[in-house]
């Protein structure tokens, strides 16, 4: 071997020396070989033991395991999304933005099943990209379930987008925003949406086992309703039953039934007609899991009447759990008490009692600001509680469907002195809900600096050296060091912050709203107008105006207690509003006031009789017009003022309602617009 060959031989050798050197060191740094044993019990670590502790806790798969950054810390493998993302390398760029198009085009053309399917493939090739899973989920549950004619096609939609959304959140388990829009989409959906009344019953139909609510069962051999079988339903769902007659208008047991059979077919939470339960990720609705910080909250081994359950109850459960990923407020310094801010990244770096941001553990989402983020879990619960008032669950005196039906329309007739049927008694259900609002609203904020008691407050005030209008100016680095410094910074941030955050979200309003309307006098209240709204559309004219006066006795008498309260303007137009009925009734029906209309007209002639050669006749027009100022001026119960001289409804209210119902053409705003 010549001297050239020996020098490549030896090229070669350090080539390969260098490459095993360099692998080996690859794979300890990679972590698939551990250098140390950072848990080891015995025998006491050495000087050589703790520096090999030391690398191997800087290798790449221990940071990635204590960062949370591996795919199986991401959320749920999904083997196929797996090897349909590594066979398309790097066309899959490529291939994204087709299926993108193309479910487009698959929209537009109503091939929905095809669309679909597009947008499973899309979600496979990218899903740790949060944006698709929030766009098309989206994109189904607004925008394709609104195309549909049918309502029941509808919901079929809305749960698909749900479901999707889930999907994505199994996925993506360090997203709060996904927790968050799956919150909303319940919320929204089964909240406020347009045919929120059907969609409510399909959401409740979907939480009932389909044996419990087939329609054959209560049906009797000649296809008529059997009554004995359907007065259990209503036991068992008076929820339901009450919301498709007063709601749906299913004025028979037949059309209940009917209901029943045309939508048999909903997205449910269980797998056969026995009642078992689907899988977690299969039901519908969709919840997440039990977790220890909201033991209360739905979830989907709960079992057992689901009569109450409604989308508030399933964007509650999702609020909570979406919190679970979001930093808690800033501390006080040297109190475990927790102090208003814009976020804990605003405060002192490096203090204990401000820098408890941790980004492994915790997430920032990206909308809404981090406050009303936090606030939607008592946000959901008020929803729930004036859901019940909505639909006339006030106390526990239940609901009686034959109370002012006649005897050819009642549902459960009667032989003799046999009371009325009553379903759903036995529990105060607004009043359950408004008390538990109230405490998820203090203790809302007392965790985040919206609620300090009058002591704390000027102690705040006091190490801040007074009130503060505007933002403090940030200390330097070495003025932190001082803790007097310190302290008066703290105290000026959390003034500066429970002002603002308060005005931000709303917080007293809603504190106050939940404190007023779970009194009992506030329940009898609404109560009571509720039955002066059915004798009413009953078309009973003179039990209408008895309970009218009534009501509004009790709306007086409990809104004294709260003049705070009474001041807000979507209040006075709920209550301008039944007021209005109330006078159109003793316009046209009540004696009282037609005569006392009588009198002031035969005064008003009377005064320009000797102006003119003949005495007019009554009238019709001008006859009205005096009814009307007799019954709002002298016989409503709001016709006086309060005892401060103020009017229980102010004016621009007046404006608004009646706007809104067409009685005059004049634009009314708030004064405060």
Request: net charge neutral.
């Amino acid at each position: 071997m010549n001297t050239l060959q020996r020098a490549a031989w030896r090229r070669k050798g350090l080539y390969y020396a260098s490459i095993i050197a360099l692998f080996t060191i690859s794979m300890f740094w990679r972590g698939s070989f551990a250098l140390g044993n950072p848990q080891r019990i015995a025998p006491a670590p050495t000087a050589l033991h703790k520096a090999a502790d030391w690398l191997g806790s800087k290798a790449i798969e221990p940071q990635a395991i204590k960062l949370e950054l591996r795919e199986l810390d991401q959320g749920d493998p999904e083997l196929a999304g797996e090897m349909m993302r590594h066979a398309s390398t790097g066309a899959r760029g490529f291939a994204i933005a087709y299926l993108w198009r193309e479910l487009i085009e698959s929209q537009k053309r109503g091939e929905l099943a095809h669309m679909e399917m597009l947008v499973r493939m899309t979600t496979k090739l990218q899903p740790h990209f949060l944006s698709p899973w929030l766009f098309q989920s989206w994109n189904i549950t607004y925008n394709v379930s609104v195309d549909q004619h049918r309502l029941g096609d509808m919901y079929f939609y809305i749960a698909r987008g749900i479901d999707l959304l889930a999907e994505g959140e199994r996925r993506n388990k360090r997203s709060p925003d996904l927790r968050y829009q799956l919150a909303f989409y319940y919320q929204n959906k089964f909240g406020i949406t347009d045919k929120v009344q059907t969609l409510r019953s399909l959401f409740q139909l979907s939480c009932i086992p389909p044996g419990q609510r087939s329609a054959a069962m209560l049906r009797d051999r000649n296809g008529m309703v059997d009554m004995q079988a359907f007065r259990k339903f209503c036991e068992e769902n008076p929820h339901l039953v009450r919301r498709l007659k007063e709601k749906l208008n299913c004025r028979m047991p037949m059309e209940v039934v009917e209901f029943l059979e045309e939508n048999r077919s909903v997205p449910s939470r269980f797998k056969n007609d026995a009642g078992d339960y689907a899988s977690d990720t299969d039901q519908f609705p969709v919840l997440p899991p039990q977790f220890a910080e909201g033991p209360e909250e739905w979830k989907p081994s709960d079992v057992g009447p689901d009569d109450d359950k409604s989308g508030f109850r399933a964007a509650r459960a999702w609020y909570a759990y979406s919190l679970l990923l979001v930093p808690p407020s800033p501390k006080w310094p040297g109190d475990d008490r927790p102090i208003s801010s814009a976020s804990p990244l605003v405060g002192p770096p490096g203090n204990p009692a401000w820098d408890q941001y941790d980004p492994v553990r915790y997430r920032l989402p990206k909308s809404p600001m981090l406050l009303l983020f936090r606030q939607g879990t008592p946000r959901a619960q008020s929803y729930q509680a004036d859901l019940e008032e909505k639909e006339g669950w006030f106390d526990d005196s239940g609901w009686r469907p034959d109370e002012i039906a006649d005897e050819a329309n009642r549902w459960f007739p009667r032989s003799g002195n046999e009371p009325d049927a009553v379903f759903g008694a036995n529990r105060s259900w607004a009043g359950e809900q408004w008390r538990d609002a109230h405490q998820r609203w203090r203790a809302h904020g007392e965790a985040n600096g919206l609620l300090i008691e009058p002591g704390r407050l000027q102690a705040l005030r006091e190490a801040a050296g007074g009130e503060v209008d505007s933002f403090p100016v940030r200390p330097s680095e070495s003025e932190l060091r001082d803790p007097n410094i310190l302290r008066r910074y703290a105290a000026q941030m959390g003034l500066f912050f429970y002002d603002r955050n308060r005005r931000t979200t709303n917080f007293p309003f809603f504190l106050m709203n939940s404190e007023a309307e779970m009194q009992p006098a506030g329940l009898a209240a609404h109560k009571a107008l509720w039955n002066a709204e059915l004798a009413r559309q009953s078309g009973n004219t003179g039990l209408a105006i008895r309970r009218y006066a009534e009501a509004f006795v009790k709306w007086k008498d409990w809104l004294s207690q709260y003049e705070p309260y009474s001041q807000v303007d979507s209040l006075q137009e709920d209550i301008y509003e039944a007021e209005y009925r109330y006078l159109r009734l003793l316009t046209q029906d009540d004696p009282q006031v037609r005569n006392r209309a009588k009198e002031k007209y035969d005064t008003l002639v009377r005064a320009i009789a000797p102006a003119i050669p003949v005495v007019p006749p009554g009238d019709e027009r001008l006859m009205t017009v005096l009814r009307q100022e007799v019954a709002e001026g002298e016989v409503s119960p709001f016709a006086k003022r309060k005892p401060n001289g103020e009017p229980w409804i102010k004016d621009d209210v007046k404006n608004i309602v009646k706007a809104r119902l067409g009685v005059t053409t004049k634009s009314a705003t708030r004064a405060d617009e």
